[in-house]
């Protein structure tokens, strides 16, 4: 059975840090790209950050280069997104996401609220 579990999100205050985590089982990690999503009240859900499978390229939505940063361990089939430097704009929740051409799967998200 495919999993993936999302954690680590909460609530932060304006300029702080969070680090989420995405923990995944039941398909081979290794040859699935990873992306995190994130969805706001009342908006669409959009793409923040993805990583390759092998992990040699990372890219980033404008609204977060440079204050987040996507990662994996295929060791511990795990996917990771620091964020850095947080606006309120970035409260929302957050998605995992696997993805290998064919197949596609989706966490349950974490709630990530920034707020004074």
């Known amino acids: 059975q495919v999993q993936l579990v999302e954690s680590g999100g909460g609530l932060v205050q304006p300029g702080g840090s969070l680090r989420l985590s995405c923990a995944a089982s039941?398909?081979?990690?290794?040859?699935?790209?990873m992306r995190w999503y994130r969805q706001a009240p009342g908006k669409e859900r959009e793409w923040v950050a993805g990583?390759?499978?092998?992990?040699?390229?990372?890219k980033y939505a404008d609204s977060v280069k440079g204050r987040f940063s996507i990662s994996r361990d295929d060791a511990k089939n795990m996917v990771f997104l620091q964020m850095n430097s947080l606006k309120p704009d970035d409260s929302a929740v957050y998605y995992c996401n696997s993805w290998n051409g064919q197949s596609e799967h989706w966490g349950q998200g974490t709630q990530v609220t920034v707020s004074s």
């Open positions: 990583i390759t499978s092998l992990g040699n390229i990372r």
């Open positions: 039941g398909f081979r990690f290794s040859t699935h790209a």
